[in-house]
């Protein structure tokens, strides 16, 4: 009954925490209940609690995505995201069967970190589902990302739900107990403090005015009709020139606004143009390239004299939904702007890779097309925040059936509007540009080789040390054993 409440309680606070849920403090809290009694499980007990929690996670991107993607596609999902930290969790269930309290937060800590990070490498949804995304918010803690990437906030964010359980496990013994929270204590305030010091820097002076434009109801993206697309091309080029009065350097529309088809989009590009033109401004637009033998997700980007300065094809493609297209391989710089600006589409926000890229490339605003899925608005926007957090660049973020946002290189968002189905939506926002570049766009993923010697050292300290009893090391550590009344 211990292990059932543990995996309801852990797998509910996964749920709270993940996905289209987004309490934060839920995600510090969430793996402490199923800690408290993994170590004293028999294995094959305790890889089914571990999976049936993390299942409780995974259930946020179902409901996410529910009725938007095939259920094929749904049911894999489940044990994808669950199985990999099962995996984890077990290989830390052997360490902490054997070392001290210590060794043991740091353990999970590590191992969990490792995992999201190994999966991060092999999935083609790339960073999708990582526990940091929970503390997008977060200003203090996110900025970590400038130093880490992900793998840090992730890391911190694991350690403190370890240190819980430890805590918990050793209740009787007060000095391991102050030790365990003295590490955690430690690396959570070395956080804080980083987060506000980064935060009350002198950011660039250079400010940049930007406009977003979305209409979910006059989007068409799969339209056969060249009418019709020079419609709606022409209905985006009026609301964009009603925005750009507000004497704005940039404009984004959003990803695959509009079909265009071959020999039909030469009038949809004229009337865009023709609006970067008139009024001076560089503007971003998504096209869904189709009626050929390989279709294209293309951003177009018009410079202020009119002209085609960049078209850029999508690098990171969504599975099963967009195959055939051709996939992207270079990244989209803009010549000739106020301020570097670099193109990327939706999904390839996803990438921290493609993100330090354009960072060593010198951009300073990443002017982004995207298209979402309703309800997971507020992760997919934050995600891109998280990419100008790690790459020291701001976000302009146009989404259809999402959120339309600005974002700075802090991972503040200075201007944010959802879409409405039934209109048009319109944003307007000046941000700071960024100053292209932090240490671990230079560096790259440097911490999760940290993390792996981390992961490493606890396994050997784990070896030269005798398995404690099903309740774990310490004397403070009871099983549910310890605590029945002797046979009289």
Same mark, same amino acid.
């Given at each position: 009954?211990?292990?059932?409440?543990?995996?309801?309680?852990?797998?509910?606070?996964?749920?709270?925490?993940?996905?289209?849920?987004?309490?934060?403090?839920?995600?510090?809290?969430?793996?402490?209940?199923?800690?408290?009694?993994?170590?004293?499980?028999?294995?094959?007990?305790?890889?089914?609690?571990? $999976?049936?929690?993390?299942?409780?996670?995974?259930?946020?991107?179902?409901?996410?995505?529910?009725?938007?993607?095939?259920?094929?596609?749904?049911?894999?999902?489940?044990?994808?995201?669950?199985?990999?930290?099962?995996?984890?969790?077990?290989?830390?269930?052997?360490?902490?069967?054997?070392?001290?309290?210590?060794?043991?937060?740091?353990?999970?800590?590590? $191992?969990?970190?490792?995992?999201?990070?190994?999966?991060?490498?092999?999935?083609?949804?790339?960073? $999708?589902?990582?526990?940091?995304?929970?503390?997008?918010?977060?200003?203090?803690?996110?900025? *970590?990302?400038?130093?880490?990437?992900?793998?840090?906030?992730?890391?911190?964010?694991?350690?403190?739900?370890?240190?819980?359980?430890?805590?918990?496990?050793?209740?009787?013994?007060?000095?391991?107990?102050?030790?365990?929270?003295?590490?955690?204590?430690?690396?959570? =305030?070395?956080?804080?403090?980083?987060?506000?010091?980064?935060?009350?820097?002198?950011?660039?002076?250079?400010?940049?005015?930007?406009?977003?434009? =979305?209409?979910?109801?006059?989007?068409?993206?799969?339209?056969?009709?060249?009418?019709?697309?020079?419609?709606?091309?022409?209905?985006?080029?009026?609301?964009?020139?009603?925005?750009?009065?507000?004497?704005?350097?940039?404009?984004?529309?959003?990803?695959?606004?509009?079909?265009? *088809?071959?020999?039909?989009?030469?009038?949809?590009?004229?009337?865009?143009?023709?609006? =970067?033109?008139?009024?001076?401004?560089?503007?971003?637009?998504?096209?869904?390239?189709?009626?050929?033998?390989?279709?294209?997700?293309?951003?177009?980007?018009?410079?202020?004299?009119?002209?085609?300065?960049?078209?850029?094809?999508?690098?990171?493609?969504?599975?099963?939904?967009?195959?055939?297209?051709?996939?992207?391989?270079?990244?989209?710089?803009?010549?000739?702007?106020?301020?570097?600006?670099?193109?990327?589409?939706?999904?390839?926000?996803?990438?921290?890779?493609?993100?330090?890229?354009?960072?060593?490339?010198?951009?300073?605003?990443?002017?982004?097309?995207?298209?979402? $899925?309703?309800?997971?608005?507020?992760?997919?926007?934050?995600?891109?925040?998280?990419?100008?957090?790690?790459?020291?660049?701001?976000?302009?973020?146009?989404?259809?059936?999402?959120?339309?946002?600005?974002?700075?290189?802090?991972?503040?968002?200075?201007?944010?509007?959802?879409?409405?189905?039934?209109?048009?939506?319109?944003?307007?926002?000046?941000?700071?540009?960024?100053?292209?570049?932090?240490?671990?766009?230079?560096?790259?993923?440097?911490?999760?080789?940290?993390?792996?010697?981390?992961?490493?050292?606890?396994?050997?300290?784990?070896?030269?040390?005798?398995?404690?009893?099903?309740?774990?090391?310490?004397?403070?550590?009871?099983?549910?054993?310890?605590?029945?009344?002797?046979?009289?």
């Amino acid at each position: 009954m211990d292990a059932v409440l543990a995996v309801l309680f852990s797998g509910a606070m996964w749920y709270g925490s993940a996905g289209i849920n987004h309490v934060w403090p839920l995600a510090w809290l969430a793996p402490a209940p199923l800690l408290i009694v993994l170590p004293g499980l028999k294995p094959w007990r305790a890889a089914l609690a571990a $999976f049936a929690a993390a299942c409780g996670g995974a259930a946020s991107f179902v409901v996410a995505y529910w009725g938007a993607m095939p259920l094929w596609m749904l049911a894999l999902m489940v044990p994808a995201m669950a199985a990999p930290y099962a995996a984890a969790a077990m290989g830390w269930r052997a360490v902490a069967r054997r070392s001290g309290p210590v060794v043991t937060a740091l353990a999970y800590a590590a $191992f969990v970190t490792l995992e999201e990070w190994l999966v991060a490498q092999l999935s083609p949804n790339g960073t $999708f589902g990582s526990v940091a995304y929970s503390q997008a918010d977060v200003l203090a803690v996110i900025q *970590l990302g400038s130093l880490t990437g992900l793998a840090g906030i992730t890391f911190v964010v694991a350690l403190v739900g370890a240190t819980l359980a430890v805590m918990w496990r050793e209740r009787d013994s007060r000095s391991t107990r102050e030790a365990a929270l003295g590490v955690a204590a430690l690396l959570v =305030a070395a956080t804080l403090v980083y987060g506000d010091l980064r935060l009350a820097a002198a950011a660039p002076a250079r400010v940049v005015r930007i406009g977003l434009v =979305a209409s979910d109801s006059a989007n068409r993206p799969f339209t056969t009709d060249g009418t019709e697309a020079l419609r709606v091309a022409r209905g985006y080029a009026a609301r964009a020139s009603l925005l750009a009065e507000r004497d704005l350097q940039f404009i984004v529309l959003p990803e695959k606004f509009v079909a265009a *088809l071959p020999g039909d989009d030469y009038g949809a590009r004229v009337a865009l143009a023709s609006v =970067a033109r008139r009024w001076r401004l560089t503007l971003a637009a998504g096209f869904n390239v189709t009626g050929r033998a390989q279709p294209r997700n293309l951003a177009v980007v018009f410079g202020p004299d009119g002209r085609t300065l960049l078209e850029y094809d999508k690098v990171h493609l969504v599975p099963g939904l967009e195959r055939g297209y051709a996939r992207g391989a270079l990244i989209g710089v803009v010549p000739d702007t106020a301020v570097t600006a670099g193109v990327a589409i939706c999904k390839d926000m996803d990438f921290p890779a493609l993100g330090r890229t354009y960072a060593r490339a010198g951009v300073q605003l990443m002017l982004v097309p995207a298209w979402d $899925f309703g309800r997971d608005a507020w992760l997919h926007s934050r995600m891109a925040v998280l990419r100008g957090v790690e790459g020291g660049f701001a976000v302009a973020r146009s989404a259809s059936d999402g959120l339309l946002t600005v974002s700075d290189a802090r991972g503040r968002v200075v201007a944010e509007r959802a879409t409405d189905a039934a209109g048009e939506v319109l944003v307007a926002g000046a941000v700071r540009a960024g100053p292209a570049g932090t240490f671990y766009s230079r560096t790259g993923d440097w911490f999760a080789a940290v993390v792996t010697l981390v992961a490493v050292l606890c396994v050997l300290d784990a070896r030269r040390r005798p398995v404690a009893g099903p309740g774990g090391p310490g004397a403070g550590q009871r099983s549910t054993l310890d605590r029945q009344p002797l046979p009289r």
